[in-house]
């Protein structure tokens, strides 16, 4: 018989991030950190290894060699043979991948919970112990380049986020794609992930996050068995590496076969640097809410329905990244409307909040979304871990979750009007346009389904 | 915040799901709809799908872009609510709405916190979509405008233009091979919504899943609530069975750096008991992901792609069995030739008997995995519920795959994956 909390509910509700000790942590002598949270809601855990190294630590000349060495991590050390990390992680029952952003470099097992400290045994071995041979380097960096056509290369919209960030910095490394220039794979070697690895693979810039069917303690105690061995090094200096001040408005445009046009708009803006004290990021937050963050917000009612002047419009804005911030506005126009008369429109919604604010039932609005999103969240371990390690890897602690939301919570009308006064100038914008090309002949049959056999 | 002592009984109070596939009830709604209910408290979510018979293998004759249109506007607006207020009252509520369309089935998805004040309402609102959809005329045009451009885009790229030419290939003029153009859209007119409608979205093609936080009874109101108002017909009509194409082979230019190849045919109706030596087979074949076959060839060995995968997709009636993957245009041949040597090779001696222990041992271990949350409860159980399966087939799951041989794997592949239809249809390439 199900137990029933029913009656609990309404008072949890607010209160449904932690303030218990759970999620745990506790850091090895070594500096590894190891982070805890116990939901016992299945018979499974969720296993991940973040590494504080991103495409924003590297250098012209190696771009991508960060996510280059992620793909180089299953290709095995002296004790497990290339390929057999993924065997040990399939025979156990799990599902393994990794995924590298410009900030980190992150590892993840899900599994079921009884398979955890052999994950931890795997990931400990090629923390320290990586082969890294010329001959599977050579058939990588293959693989590496064809992810970067399937991606980057024959995705016209790709193609325009990666311009455009190329021009909205210009000197830091943000301006650089994750998965690197094309020529720089082609000249990479293996010597270069070497130089990679054994930089920044260390404990001391490393954190554990457990999510699942665990106990905290016993979750320490293998931390302490397989990574506490490991030692400790010094990292390569961090330069700052800060980009300086726009002073005009920048516009671009990528040719690319498509059919509908796109216009990206980029604004610098600050982003979380102290947690309490910062309202900014916050109140752009709630702004970026406000214009697109569900189908009732502006840029659906206003640009799609009402005036027809846009297919899709979207606003995105992440506060909690290790450089700067940006706030894009982006949209398709209709059929019929050009990408001027939709930057227009973009650029028009920004004016009306400048001059008129933003109503509060629509900051309520916003604000009911984020509540109930706190809930569904407790739905996917896997989501609770990722949302632990991006902010760790930012250098915000876990335990400033439940705060960030306060903030969020206690952000007003005013100050989302007052963001849009002090950031939204052309000084601050780079404007990026896809122009489509008709495809070279309309895809036509080179032959028709000829019989085989 | 303040710790509150209310909140550490509530943690305490977490009811930990049972280690076995959670318990499946079933019952038929007065309305005729079947409604399938996994109680779980565990957190204060409630999720709710209905599914209808209503796919785009329904569409009327010469009205391809139907089902979809249909459930785009489905939802805004209802009696007494335009879009905005339907929009702004989910997200008042915190509510999320999702759905949508493919061959055999529209889904219409509701999740929505436990609690009364925001349960109640979301429910109504889902009740009223469902059951009193207005088709605005001028929301309907705008639709189909945006549903036009979204065709006219995805056929510049290749991996549309090579899916449309692969299930063309495989159907010919069965329902499954027929494509929403963006002159079949544009023809579309609102009387074809309110018929499509009126035709497919009754309770007699409706199955209805509700996992989450609440008790049986409750269910059982919501089910009648959400499925009374219903249209009433006859049941769905079957989808005829699909003829098997000759092998074939088609290259259509695109100007892409890679090509994007495809190789398949149709295998796999859902019910079929091959399904389980398929699954243990195709594991080692190109569904095992990092430890397949495919990958390992085609992807560690020589670098020809990214990504490259094989799978079954089973529907009502025989859905595919599909290769993909894409290269660097050069490669194109190169790579066919590794893929069409693999899979010879492994429809004449199947996998090794360590390949079919590796892959039974990852899919009857990662079981659980496949049950961890309510959202994927919700995906496996509607599945069960649209498609007549057994309600104990989770429970069964990981016995049947135990009990597969190699022989039922050889067996099973020769039944279903026959070379002699096996169609092949590469975009881009040289």
């Not at chain 1, 040719?255 to 102290?274: C, D, G, Q, S, T």
């Not at chain 1, 849009?420 to 495809?439: G, N, R």
Request: with cysteine.
């Amino acid at each position: 018989m199900p137990i029933s909390h029913a009656r609990l509910i309404p008072l949890c509700l607010v209160l449904a991030a932690p303030v218990l000790a759970n999620p745990y942590e506790h850091q090895l002598p070594n500096g590894l950190r190891v982070i805890v949270k116990e939901d016992r809601r299945a018979p499974t855990a969720v296993h991940m290894v973040w590494y504080r190294a991103g495409s924003m630590d590297e250098h012209n000349g190696t771009t991508g060699v960060a996510h280059v060495l992620e793909h180089m991590m299953f290709k095995g050390t002296p004790s497990v043979g290339a390929g057999e990390f993924n065997r040990r992680v399939a025979a156990a029952g799990g599902r393994d991948n990794a995924f590298t952003s410009r900030d980190y470099t992150a590892y993840f097992q899900q599994v079921p919970k009884q398979k955890l400290p052999e994950m931890m045994q795997l990931e400990a071995d090629r923390m320290r112990h990586l082969t890294l041979a010329d001959d599977e380097f050579a058939q990588e960096i293959k693989v590496v380049m064809e992810e970067r056509r399937l991606r980057t290369d024959d995705q016209p919209q790709s193609l325009l986020s990666e311009q455009l960030l190329a021009t909205t910095f210009q000197a830091h490394p943000y301006r650089v794609p994750i998965i690197g220039w094309m020529n720089d794979l082609e000249n990479m070697t293996a010597a270069d992930a070497r130089v990679w690895y054994d930089s920044w693979y260390v404990p001391n810039n490393a954190y554990l996050v457990v999510v699942g069917d665990v106990e905290h303690r016993a979750v320490f105690a293998l931390a302490e068995k397989y990574y506490g061995v490991l030692a400790a090094r010094p990292l390569p200096a961090r330069k700052p590496q800060q980009e300086p001040v726009q002073a005009g408005l920048r516009r671009l445009a990528v040719k690319a076969p498509a059919e509908l046009p796109i216009v990206m708009m980029a604004y610098k803006v600050p982003v979380v640097r102290n947690v309490a004290d910062d309202v900014d990021p916050y109140a752009l937050q709630m702004l970026a809410a406000v214009l697109a963050g569900h189908e009732a917000a502006r840029f659906s009612t206003n640009l799609v329905r009402k005036q027809r002047l846009a297919d899709e419009a979207a606003a995105s804005y992440s506060p909690t990244v290790r450089g700067p911030g940006v706030f894009y506005l982006y949209g398709t126009p209709s059929e019929g409307k050009t990408r001027a008369e939709l930057e227009a429109g973009l650029r028009a919604e920004l004016a009306e909040i400048r001059q008129n604010g933003v109503a509060v039932e629509e900051l309520e609005r916003a604000k009911a979304q984020l509540i109930a999103g706190q809930i569904y969240k407790l739905d996917s371990m896997f989501s609770q871990a990722l949302e632990i390690g991006q902010l760790e890897a930012v250098g915000i602690p876990h335990t400033q979750q439940q705060r960030i939301i306060d903030k969020l919570q206690a952000v007003t009308a005013e100050q989302v009007q007052a963001v849009v006064t002090k950031y939204f100038h052309d000084e601050q914008l780079t404007v990026a346009e896809l122009d489509p090309q008709p495809l070279p002949s309309a895809p036509r049959a080179r032959s028709s389904l000829a019989p085989r056999h | 915040m303040k710790p509150s002592p209310l909140l550490a009984l509530f943690l305490l109070l977490v009811v930990q799901l049972a280690q076995a596939a959670p318990r499946i009830e079933s019952w038929q709604a007065p309305s005729g709809a079947r409604v399938f209910f996994v109680e779980n408290h565990a957190l204060p979510i409630i999720d709710v799908q209905a599914d209808f018979a209503a796919g785009t293998a329904h569409e009327a004759a010469g009205k391809a872009g139907s089902a979809q249109l249909t459930r785009a506007v489905l939802d805004l607006g209802v009696a007494g609510m335009d879009e905005t207020q339907i929009a702004n009252r989910i997200a008042d509520l915190g509510a999320k709405l999702s759905g949508g369309v493919d061959m055999d089935r529209a889904s219409v998805s509701l999740r929505t916190l436990a609690m009364p004040d925001k349960r109640e309402p979301a429910l109504d609102l889902l009740r009223a979509i469902l059951s009193t959809p207005q088709f605005p005329g001028e929301v309907f045009e705008r639709e189909k405008a945006r549903s036009v451009a979204a065709i006219k885009e995805a056929l510049t790229r290749p991996d549309t233009i090579a899916s449309r030419a692969f299930w063309t290939a495989m159907y010919a003029t069965h329902p499954y091979g027929s494509h929403a153009t963006p002159e079949s859209v544009g023809a579309l007119v609102r009387s074809d919504a309110l018929a499509f409608y009126h035709a497919n979205y009754t309770a007699q093609r409706c199955t209805l899943t509700i996992i989450g936080d609440l008790t049986r009874a409750q269910a059982e109101q919501v089910a009648e609530r959400l499925t009374s108002d219903l249209p009433v017909g006859p049941p769905a009509a079957s989808i005829p069975v699909p003829q098997l194409p000759a092998a074939g082979e088609q290259r259509l230019a695109h100007p892409a750096a890679q090509a994007h190849i495809l190789l398949g045919l149709p295998a796999l109706k859902r019910g079929d008991p091959d399904f389980f030596p398929l699954a243990v087979g195709n594991y080692t074949l190109g569904g095992g992901g990092f430890v397949s076959r495919l990958m390992k060839e085609v992807r560690d060995k020589r670098g020809l792609a990214y990504s490259v995968s094989s799978y079954f997709q089973p529907l009502a009636q025989l859905g595919p069995f599909q290769i993909g993957m894409q290269t660097k245009k050069t490669q194109t041949d190169q790579a066919l030739m590794v893929t069409r040597e693999l899979l010879a090779t492994f429809l004449a001696q199947g996998p090794s008997a360590s390949e079919v222990q590796a892959a039974k041992q990852n899919l009857i271990g990662s079981f659980p995995l496949r049950l961890d949350s309510n959202r994927k409860l919700l995906d496996n159980v509607a599945m069960i519920g649209f498609y007549g399966l057994p309600l104990d087939y989770l429970d069964n799951y990981p016995e049947r795959i135990e009990q597969v041989t190699l022989d039922d794997i050889k067996a099973a592949f020769a039944r279903h994956v026959r070379l002699e239809h096996l169609v092949t249809v590469v975009v881009g390439g040289e």
